[in-house]
């Protein structure tokens, strides 16, 4: 069982940033996949971007890509999201995922994680 706990979500004006914290609770940190997901009020859960065990491969969705950036620091066992120019439409739960232990590529489908936290809210006002 892995425990993900995200952190840093908040309100924030358009144009803002924010960085997103998540710490899982899990034996060799560098050997899962994880994950950010993000869900609007009334939409279904939606990929934000994916890194892979070393963080040398990264995938986003096109709605964030080259405003926020996924990342991760193994020796602290945390992993990050930084979102810059953030907009209205960014508002959503945002949560933290992991593949299982031993995946290795990196993925946009929510059903391929199989850990999640409980999410962080973040309120983008314009």
């Known amino acids: 069982q892995v425990d993900l706990v995200e952190s840093g979500g908040g309100l924030v004006q358009a144009g803002g940033s924010l960085r997103l914290s998540c710490a899982p609770s899990a034996r060799a940190f560098s050997t899962y996949v994880l994950g950010w997901f993000r869900q609007a009020p009334g939409k279904e859960r939606e990929f934000v971007g994916s890194i892979s065990w070393t963080g040398s491969i990264t995938n986003y969705a096109a709605s964030v890509k080259g405003r926020f950036t996924i990342s991760r620091d193994n020796a602290k066992n945390t992993l990050y999201l930084q979102m810059n120019s953030l907009k209205s439409e960014d508002t959503a739960v945002y949560y933290c995922?992991?593949?299982?232990?031993?995946?290795?590529?990196?993925?946009?489908?929510?059903?391929?994680?199989?850990?999640w936290g409980q999410g962080t809210q973040v309120t983008v006002s314009s």
């Open positions: 995922a992991a593949r299982d232990q031993g995946y290795s590529k990196v993925s946009s489908v929510g059903d391929d994680y199989k850990y």
